[in-house]
């Protein structure tokens, strides 16, 4: 039997770190204070980077956790990079985004034009991440894969869905976001779990920014400033997302409804398998 080891929390209502080997923002939004008193039931949704690089200790713990992966990433993502495949478990891939973007996607070659033009100017990067969040919100495409990856948990099974992405941060994050608005999490507990990925994935982010500062073509000024804004969750991102969402459809309730496609028996039915 495989046993899970879970970050101890302080008092803050955010999702929980799983123990893995090789997987360090994997997790739980199990246990999240939500609407009418009640909670997050554990074990049932998980948030997650690549999956990759897996230990065989890894491995068994995730078959014995998960039913189903969702993947948010783009072809070449998946190629570069490609899950790890598991017996017993259903692979989905709903892409959030049609193109190469630069700091989200972490492709290769979107992302070297972008660190020679942002890489030296901090508030140009900041801009830039915010226009992604506003595409979020503001892209058909993009809600239309949300909706379809919403559906998928309408879906009855005995085990957690995972979705991911290249660092579980922007996709994932807006994906637990919408997950937590529906079962009734505060506002601000549901910026606080997003802006948690910062300090899950801090290691990640210094080791990314040293390699991506020493790899720069030759006259390339790189700024660790920049490159926070670039790889870091950040408050104004996710308020970028809400504030468009509140511009296009008037709340997020309405979100629901005319953008996700969602009824309110969904979403009874949603609050009532995933609470307790």
């Not at 239309?144 to 559906?151: E, L, M, P, V």
Request: proline share 1%; net charge negative; glycine share 6%.
């Amino acid at each position: 039997m495989v046993f899970f080891l879970f970050q101890e929390k302080d008092n803050m209502n955010t999702s929980k770190l799983l123990s893995f080997e090789k997987l360090h923002n994997i997790r739980d939004l199990g246990g999240m204070a939500a609407g009418d008193g009640g909670r997050i039931v554990d074990g049932k949704l998980i948030r997650s980077g690549n999956l990759s690089d897996l230990s065989e200790q890894d491995r068994t713990a995730f078959i014995s956790l998960a039913e189903d992966v969702v993947d948010f990433r783009t072809d070449t993502e998946r190629n570069e990079k490609p899950d790890v495949q598991m017996q017993g478990i259903r692979y989905h891939h709903i892409p959030i985004m049609e193109s190469l973007t630069a700091g989200i996607t972490r492709e290769k070659a979107a992302d070297q034009d972008v660190f020679e033009n942002l890489g030296s100017k901090p508030a140009e990067a900041r801009q830039y991440m915010c226009d992604m969040y506003h595409t979020f919100a503001e892209s058909d495409f993009a809600v239309a894969q949300y909706s379809r990856f919403i559906r998928l948990l309408l879906e009855r099974r005995e085990k957690a869905v995972v979705w991911h992405c290249t660092a579980g941060k922007d996709r994932v994050g807006i994906g637990a976001a919408i997950i937590e608005e529906i079962l009734g999490v505060a506002r601000d507990d549901v910026i606080d779990d997003y802006l948690a990925t910062n300090e899950y994935l801090k290691a990640d982010h210094e080791a990314l920014t040293e390699f991506v500062k020493s790899q720069a073509p030759e006259g390339c000024l790189i700024t660790e400033e920049a490159l926070r804004y670039l790889f870091g969750a950040d408050r104004d991102y996710i308020e970028e997302y809400y504030h468009t969402i509140d511009s296009k459809y008037g709340s997020f309730n309405s979100f629901l409804r005319d953008g996700l496609k969602l009824t309110q028996n969904d979403i009874h039915e949603l609050q009532s398998r995933y609470l307790i």
